[in-house]
């Protein structure tokens, strides 16, 4: 059974840092791209970064310099460090698996459509 468990959320306030966790099961993330998506209420589900299986990286320009993605292929789990939040930051964030031979080795803007496994998100509230 594949799963993927988001933790490390909460409430900090402006300027603050969080790390996100997502432990995954069932496969191993060497083997795919995993990212982090982000979505407030009213608005889209977003892109945050991108980690691909040669380890490149990308991210949304409005946390670029302010959070990175990383992964630890050993332990299977992915990660989000995020610095210097604002409250724009606040929104459910959900990291997720993709499988395509595209998303496999590319790290241009992120769909979530791409990806396949998801995980149930967990909460990020930045306050002023």
């Known amino acids: 059974q594949v799963q993927l468990v988001e933790s490390g959320g909460g409430s900090v306030q402006t300027g603050g840092s969080l790390r996100l966790s997502c432990a995954v099961s069932?496969?191993?993330?060497?083997?795919?791209?995993m990212a982090w998506f982000r979505q407030a209420p009213g608005k889209e589900r977003e892109g945050v970064a991108v980690i691909v299986i040669d380890g490149r990286t990308n991210y949304a320009d409005s946390v670029k310099g302010r959070f990175t993605i990383s992964k630890d292929n050993a332990k299977n789990t992915l990660d989000l460090q995020m610095n210097s939040l604002k409250p724009d930051d606040t929104a459910m964030y959900y990291c997720a698996a993709s499988w395509s031979s595209y998303r496999r080795r590319n790290i241009g803007p992120l769909d979530p459509d791409e990806y396949q496994y998801w995980g149930q998100g967990t909460q990020v509230t930045v306050s002023s």
């Open positions: 069932g496969y191993s993330i060497s083997f795919y791209s």
